[in-house]
């Protein structure tokens, strides 16, 4: 995993279920525009969609831990 993503990794880990939850509405908006841009032909890095994806899931992932418990 890259350091970024780890770093991106840790800060989400430090973050309360309500602040991850506001970031997963923010990211879940960033994505909806981004295919937006896709489909009208605007958008020039295709690869951030994917980047985006990614985040979307580790937050949901981070959330269901803490709910469970599974993390500090």
Not at 30 to 58: G, M, P, S, Y
């Amino acid at each position: 995993m890259p350091v970024k993503s780890k770093r991106y990794l840790n800060d989400m880990r430090l973050k309360t279920v309500d602040e991850l939850d506001a970031e997963l509405v923010s990211a879940k908006r960033e994505l909806f525009n981004l295919r937006f841009q896709n489909a009208t032909n605007q958008l020039d890095n295709t690869a951030r969609i994917t980047d985006v994806r990614k985040n979307i899931a580790r937050i949901q992932t981070i959330i269901t831990q803490k709910k469970m418990g599974l993390s500090d």
